[in-house]
């Protein structure tokens, strides 16, 4: 079953949802506000997790094939990667993206150490609205689904409100881990 109708199943997609924000795979009818979410983080200079490469695409439609890329098993095997489903969160009242939420269904040695099952981020105009909490409460029954338990996500250690949205949702403190890559400690999590 394809990820889209695997995520329909669990969640519902635009039809679903509360009455603000619904998630979403993200196709050419967002492109607008997909370009506008990337066009916020380049400004503020932050990072812009669970969106693949976004941040290097000045244009929708690599980043949509991009996501297909990640979403067929046979791509990313042949390649070394994992399966994942990309979904953006859309307020229902402007459809605006506020945010982004990655679901990687295996995890390769490196997310197995720093990364985990679930990357995202939120609009940084759009912060301490509970979006964050209510994309990952919205995901978790998918990982569910696809038979990931524990769920295992990561967050930087001076990240303080991924800590509390994780926190939030169940997460349980495993390990720190130092990413010499980022140069930075990071907090690994487990979601039962």
Known sequence: ?????QWLRYVGGPEAGD??????????????????YR??????????????????QSQCAPWLEEAAFYADP?????????KATQL?????????????????HTLNDYLKQFAGHVGYSVAPSERRKGYAKWMLAHVIPYC???GI??????????NTGSRSTILANGGKLIRR????????????????
């Open 39 to 56: 066009q916020e983080f380049l400004q503020s200079g932050e990072s812009m997790d669970g969106t693949v490469s976004l941040i290097r």
């Open 177 to 192: 881990e130092y990413e010499p890559d980022e140069k930075d400690w990071l907090e690994i999590y487990h979601i039962e």
């Open 144 to 146: 569910h689904a696809l």
């Open 19 to 36: 009455d603000k924000l619904y998630l979403t795979c993200p196709d050419a009818s967002y492109a607008e506000t997909i370009i506008a």
């Open 1 to 5: 079953m394809p990820a889209y109708e």
């Open 74 to 82: 046979d791509t990313v095997i042949t390649n070394g990667w994992v």
């Open 88 to 104: 953006i969160c859309i307020r229902r009242s402007d459809r605006k993206m506020v945010g982004a939420i990655h679901v990687r």
């Open 149 to 158: 338990a524990p769920v295992m996500l990561s967050c930087s250690e001076s």
